[in-house]
């Protein structure tokens, strides 16, 4: 399998399966987050992290072109303490904008597979870890990071006490 196919095959997955599990998210638990330990998002900063969490750093990757500030100045040894803290994260509006915005990252996702086409195996350093790992693993990890937070997702819906089950995670509910 070529790195076009397998990335555009996951990222169809896992966008699919994120996005069935987003409309499971009730309007009034938009403000809702674990009640024990710090530094949890609540709901709809969660949901706003998903619309980030794949097509907007495949931009980054592909074009060199980061939406955070100091991205050149991040490390693999900086301190977790450089972490935006939950507190300070942009929330969803609404669900639905939530989606709306899934739906935009997607197409940037699928926009920057196309855009990379060739370079899959050039080397893609991070911000934040300058290891030069290959282009094409650098957006399959992408695709991790927001199957990661939709984890997170079934996990917030499970808590909040919502009938979900492993069918759900993987979108055959």
């Known amino acids: 399998m070529e790195w076009p196919q397998l990335l555009k095959s996951q990222l169809a997955e896992t966008y ?3 996005e069935n599990l987003m409309k499971l998210v009730e309007p009034d638990d938009l403000a809702w987050k674990p009640s024990s330990g710090d530094n949890w998002m ?3 900063q969660l949901l706003h992290h998903l619309t980030e969490a794949c097509g907007t ?5 592909v074009t060199g072109a980061w939406d955070f500030p100091d991205a ?6 900086a301190p977790a303490s450089a972490l935006q803290p939950a507190e300070s994260m942009t929330s969803a509006a609404s669900v639905a904008d939530a989606l709306a915005a899934l739906a935009a990252d997607k197409q940037v996702a699928l926009e920057m597979i196309e855009q990379a086409a060739g370079r899959f195996d050039d080397p893609a350093p991070a911000p934040w870890d300058p290891t ?3 282009l094409g693993e650098q957006l399959l990890g992408m695709i991790g990071h927001l ?5 997170q997702l ?6 909040q006490g ?4 492993t069918m759900h995670y993987y979108g055959m509910a």
């Open 154 to 159: 079934f996990y917030y819906l499970k808590l």
């Open 147 to 151: 199957s990661n937070h939709r984890g």
């Open 57 to 61: 750093a495949c931009r980054g990757f």
């Open 72 to 77: 050149g100045e991040m490390s693999d040894s």
């Open 16 to 18: 699919r399966c994120t």
């Open 132 to 134: 030069p790992t290959p």
């Open 162 to 165: 919502k009938p979900v089950n």
């Open 42 to 44: 609540t709901t709809g």
